[in-house]
């Protein structure tokens, strides 16, 4: 159940290596336009600093913006890959140079949000993560603190935060 997706960009082309139990795969992928792409998602996203009034004026046209970069961006890295992904619940994602800069969770395919269809992680290189994942055993939390601002402190008011802390604290209440 887990899949392990690696990217190097190749001059203009991008490879991406899909690497499962049984496989490994490759595919070239077009990297036309993909730094552009990438640049006009992190503008997007960057607006997010002006502030509460400015979202609210706006966030109908930031959404989707936002979600057309998300879509084109998983047309052009994700989608090519998905003959490979059938039945992966988790896969670990291998950026290269601007990839580093792309939220893989957000990624969306018209329907659903690639974080709603697969446990996603972001590793450094393939061989990294292999260490880390052969060295550390896997711990049980006893217990957490979780701390949230929902408003004041001159940021925005957040107005989930209550409820996301709630479902952590409801998540340790066994322990």
């Known amino acids: 159940g887990t899949a392990l997706v690696a990217y190097m960009q190749l001059g203009e082309r991008w490879l991406a290596c899909v690497a499962t139990r049984d496989a490994v795969h490759s595919v070239t992928l077009p990297g036309d336009g993909l ?3 990438i640049e006009r998602l992190r503008f997007q996203l960057d607006t997010l600093r002006h502030g509460p009034a ?3 004026e706006r966030s109908a046209a930031l959404a989707a ?7 084109a961006l998983h047309r052009q890295l994700w989608a090519p890959l998905l003959p490979w992904l059938q039945g992966a619940e988790h896969v670990i994602v291998v950026p290269h140079r601007a990839l580093h800069c792309v939220p893989f969770c957000a990624l969306h395919d018209g329907q659903r949000h690639l974080v709603e269809q697969h446990a996603l992680s972001l590793a450094p290189s393939a061989a990294l993560w292999l260490a880390g994942a052969a060295a550390a055993p896997a711990r049980v939390l006893r217990r957490a603190l979780a701390l949230g601002v929902a408003a004041g402190a001159g940021g925005p008011a957040l107005r989930h ?9 409801a998540a340790f209440s066994g322990c």
């Open 65 to 71: 913006r936002t979600t057309a970069h998300l879509s």
């Open 161 to 169: 935060v209550a409820g996301e802390l709630q479902q952590v604290a």
């Open 54 to 56: 400015a979202l609210r």
């Open 35 to 37: 730094d552009d792409r």
